[in-house]
Nanobody, 132 residues
Framework: QVQLVESGGNSVQPGGSLRLSCVASGHPFPRLLLAWFRQVPGKQREGVAG????????NIADSVKGRFTISQDNAKNTVYLQMDNLQPSDTAMYYC?????????????????????????WGQGTQVNVSS
């Protein structure tokens, strides 16, 4: 099992920034694919960004490219989502999700797709509100 705990959600004005954190435990950190998803009521979860921790390979969704970045701190078993120039359309519950890479190369597809069905482990979410 992988346990995930998110933090950092808040209310900000348009143009502001936030950094979300996700602490992972229960599995060796370097063999995890960790991703951020977001969801608004009535819609499916949207993949925002992912990182394969062993190689620091990342993927950022086109909808947030240029504004969001994903990074990791191996010493803290933590993945971050830096969100800049936030817009009201970014308002959502943000979730951290994990995929355990237990076979060489299996992480590639889930990282490219960023689909919720590829990720069996989820955190509880942290709320981001962007409004003036």
């Amino acid at each position: 099992q992988v346990q995930l705990v998110e933090s950092g959600g808040n209310s900000v004005q348009p143009g502001g920034s936030l950094r979300l954190s996700c602490v992972a435990s229960g599995h060796p950190f370097p063999r995890l694919l960790l991703a951020w998803f977001r969801q608004v009521p009535g819609k499916q979860r949207e993949g925002v960004a992912g990182i394969y921790t062993e190689l620091s390979r990342t993927n950022i969704a086109d909808s947030v490219k240029g504004r969001f970045t994903i990074s990791q701190d191996n010493a803290k078993n933590t993945v971050y989502l830096q969100m800049d120039n936030l817009q009201p359309s970014d308002t959502a519950m943000y979730y951290c999700a994990a995929f355990k890479n237990e076979q060489a190369g299996r992480w590639w597809g889930p990282l490219q797709r960023l689909l919720q069905d590829d990720f069996p482990f989820w955190g509880q979410g942290t709320q981001v509100n962007v409004s003036s």
